[in-house]
């Protein structure tokens, strides 16, 4: 009735601690090596955000120079009648 196989000699699953510990071990020293990885692409890419920042931030203090200069240049306001 059932489709079931008992398992083998050969296909039991050995408990093996000194296996798990050293695959662990492994995935661990990964995942610093994952994390370093993405920490220096992080110090690498640093430089070009702060320069995009500065030249935005230089671009609209430009800008917002020019459009005061603008305003008051072309739009005079009326002399006040003493």
């Known amino acids: 009735?059932?489709?079931?196989?008992f398992n083998t000699a050969r296909e039991q699953n050995y408990w093996r601690p000194l296996y798990q510990l050293k695959l662990a071990a492994r995935q661990g020293l990964d995942g610093i090596g994952d994390y370093a990885a993405a920490m220096a692409s992080f110090l690498f890419y640093l430089p070009t955000v702060l320069l995009w920042l500065a030249t935005i931030l230089i671009g609209t203090a430009v800008g917002w120079r020019i459009q005061r200069w603008a305003g008051k240049a072309l739009?005079?306001?009326p002399a006040k009648a003493a």
């Open 1 to 5: 009735m059932y489709s079931r196989s």
């Open 75 to 77: 739009f005079v306001a």
